[in-house]
């Protein structure tokens, strides 16, 4: 009998622990779910800040160091699709920065340079027809689709 009772009170303590595992895993799983959405979520409202001063001066005249925080903030952010036109006086038809695939269509002997080359050479070498003048001042505009979103933000020196 006193076995009998050892084993009762042995399997009640292996019930309990399995039943105290299966409520730690059901709590660990809820609130893991909701550290995700939360993660998430703010992810999403980075991504707008971020966006939101990309385009913050359409229609304004901005400073060329101001189209440099732009190209910096578009090769940081570039999961958000946006691509950047610079027209200096010297070259009115621009230089075109996809952060989203790291390209540029700044020319050089064989193809283009990649958005960092092109970055790095447009903010150091003054001689560069695509220089930007950190004191220069440029006329910012943006371009919409159909839908309201936007796909290219033009800066063309003044």
């Known amino acids: 009998m ?3 009772t050892d ?4 399997g009640a303590g292996v019930v309990l622990v399995i039943a105290l595992i299966v409520i730690g895993f059901n709590v660990y799983h809820k609130g893991d779910d909701t550290v995700t959405k ?4 703010y992810d999403a409202y980075m991504d707008s800040i971020e966006y939101q001063e990309l385009v913050k001066n359409a229609g304004k005249t901005v400073s060329g160091s101001s189209v440099i925080e732009a190209l910096d903030n578009l090769k940081a952010n570039s999961d958000l699709g946006l691509t950047i036109v610079v027209k200096t006086k010297a070259n009115t038809s621009g230089v075109t ?12 002997a064989s193809g ?8 790095n050479i447009v903010k150091n070498t003054k001689s560069d027809k695509d220089y ?6 440029f006329e910012c ?3 919409t689709n159909s839908n309201g979103v936007v796909g290219t ?5 003044k």
């Open 97 to 108: 920065y996809d952060a989203l695939n790291g390209t540029s269509t700044k020319s050089k």
């Open 141 to 143: 505009s943006v371009d």
């Open 153 to 157: 933000i033009t800066y063309t020196q």
């Open 132 to 137: 930007i003048n950190p004191a220069g001042k």
């Open 7 to 10: 084993f009762l009170k042995y």
């Open 112 to 119: 283009s340079y990649s958005f960092d080359e092109a970055l």
């Open 2 to 4: 006193h076995n009998m």
């Open 38 to 41: 939360g993660l998430s979520k």
